[in-house]
Nanobody, 129 residues
Framework: QVHLVESGGGLVQAGGSLRLSCAASGLTFNTYTVAWFRQAPGNEREFVAARSWSVDNLLYTKYADSGSGRFAISRDGPGRTVYLQMNNMQVEDTAVYYC???????????????????WGQGTQVTVSS
């Protein structure tokens, strides 16, 4: 059974940084596409970033415009944890952040919530002004 568990959320001041983690059980991310989405109150869940690997080869990376240059998605060596490093955070980054995963790569679906089979429960990120 696959479980994804996010951690690392919290309260940060504008301009600060946070690193979110997504730990997997029941799979390794080595041959998966892993994404981060976020959802603010009253808003739809939106794409933040995604990366796809084939074992040790990085296949594809995509960032939403909102996080480009500020956010970075990475993976640990064994492929059990994926990270989202968020720098120069802004108030509008406040949301619940979710990690999601799917086997293989479908670049046409990489930003769509429907493109992912497995989801974590989310972690709250709050940025204060």
């Amino acid at each position: 059974q696959v479980h994804l568990v996010e951690s690392g959320g919290g309260l940060v001041q504008a301009g600060g940084s946070l690193r979110l983690s997504c730990a997997a059980s029941g799979l390794t991310f080595n041959t998966y596409t892993v994404a981060w989405f976020r959802q603010a109150p009253g808003n739809e869940r939106e794409f933040v970033a995604a990366r796809s690997w084939s074992v040790d080869n990085l296949l594809y990376t995509k960032y939403a415009d909102s996080g480009s240059g500020r956010f970075a998605i990475s993976r640990d060596g064994p492929g059990r944890t994926v990270y989202l490093q968020m720098n120069n955070m802004q108030v509008e980054d406040t949301a619940v952040y979710y990690c999601a995963a799917r086997g293989g790569l479908d670049a046409s679906q990489i930003t769509a919530t429907s493109g992912y089979r497995f989801w974590g429960q989310g972690t709250q990120v709050t940025v204060s002004s």
